[in-house]
């Protein structure tokens, strides 16, 4: 089911058919955790979750993205907001919403990666995981294209 929210000028939908997929790759392919990412990568990823893209008027101007089984687990990724709207707390909101959709409220842990912005992420009960506790398997050549080439992948 297709879900709005409206601040002012802005709107947070997980309409996928709203999503504006040059938008959303030339942030993610310029983006610390995503560089260099192909689009068609992109949009599988996006096809596998839960999107959310925020929107000033028509423009997409931010996006966030949550992977899940909507029981155990929830991962949320991707998320930015355009340099141009930044300052106006909706980086925030998107993360409220995106942390109180209805069928995400009985996920047992939320996780996510962030290399700049824990003091946002703590706003919303984020905290870092207990050492020992969590890990990880990392393949920094994934969005290379050297393997997803080898393997068929896009």
Known sequence: MIQEWTRGE?????????????VIHRFLA???WAQGRARKRVMKSI???????LYHREAQVGFARVLTDYVVLAFLADVFVLEAHRGK??????VE????H???QRIRRWLLGTRDAHELYRKFGFVE???GVLMERLNLD???GVEAVAQGEP
């Open 97 to 100: 919403v995106v942390t109180s």
């Open 142 to 144: 994934s969005d290379r």
């Open 47 to 53: 096809e596998q979750s839960l999107p959310f893209g």
């Open 89 to 94: 707390g909706l980086g925030a909101w998107l």
């Open 102 to 104: 209805p069928e995400l």
């Open 129 to 131: 995981p207990e050492r």
């Open 10 to 22: 802005y709107t947070i939908s997980t309409d996928r058919r709203r999503l504006d997929l040059g």
């Open 30 to 32: 310029s983006s610390y």
